[in-house]
């Protein structure tokens, strides 16, 4: 459930009016819609591909640098 208030009236329409969204040219544009008029839904990724890249790349040089094909003690 948003905590922002999503619906738009007259009020808040006749506010960013006054605010002078939509208006200007060049710099001195500012828009009508900004992200901040949308609530967020709350979700978050967070992707962990670096870790799991560098396991994976730590783990291979180990095994290359004493593979166990080549361990005396499993003879």
């Keep these: 459930m948003g905590k922002r208030n999503t619906t738009w009236d007259s009020k808040k329409i006749e506010q960013w009016i006054k605010e002078g ?9 500012k828009p009508w819609l900004t992200i901040q008029d949308f609530p967020s839904m709350g979700r978050v990724t967070k992707v962990m591909v670096v870790k799991v890249v560098k396991t994976f790349f730590c783990r291979y040089i180990r ?13």
């Design 21 to 29: 969204r939509g208006q200007g040219e060049g710099k001195e544009y």
């Design 63 to 75: 095994w290359i640098l004493n593979p166990p094909f080549l361990n005396n003690n499993s003879i």
